[in-house]
């Protein structure tokens, strides 16, 4: 069992920055993959960025160069910076990590985001 606790969310103008984090807790020695997704409204959850545990990263399309991904092994955590906010990035975010072997998937409760003037 994983548990991932995310925060980090909450209410920002277009154009600003916040810090998104997931502390991993549990079978954490078996995490390979973690990442983020969100789901806006009425939409169907996305990848947004992933990581896994040797660096190696992946990016949605449409947050390639304002949102960055990072890792921290050694304290279980996952970052999501992101800049350069948009209005269309306003959606739940969900930690996710991937075990090893199992490949089984966890997930943390979200955490709103929302970019509006």
């Known amino acids: 069992q994983v548990q991932l606790v995310e925060s980090g969310g909450g209410l920002v103008q277009p154009g600003g920055s916040l810090r998104l984090s997931c502390v991993g807790s549990?079978?954490?020695?078996?995490?390979?993959?973690m990442g983020w997704y969100r789901q806006g409204p009425g939409k169907q959850r996305e990848l947004v960025a992933r990581i896994d545990r040797g660096g190696s990263t992946n990016y949605a399309e449409s947050v390639k160069g304002r949102f960055t991904i990072s890792r921290d092994n050694a304290k279980n955590t996952v970052y999501l910076q992101m800049n350069s906010l948009k209005p269309e990035d306003t959606a739940v975010y969900y930690c996710?990590?991937?075990?090893?072997?199992?490949?089984?998937?966890?997930w943390g409760q979200g955490t709103q985001v929302t970019v509006s003037s």
């Open positions: 996710n990590a991937e075990l090893v072997l199992t490949r089984n998937n966890y």
């Open positions: 549990g079978s954490i020695l078996r995490i390979n993959l």
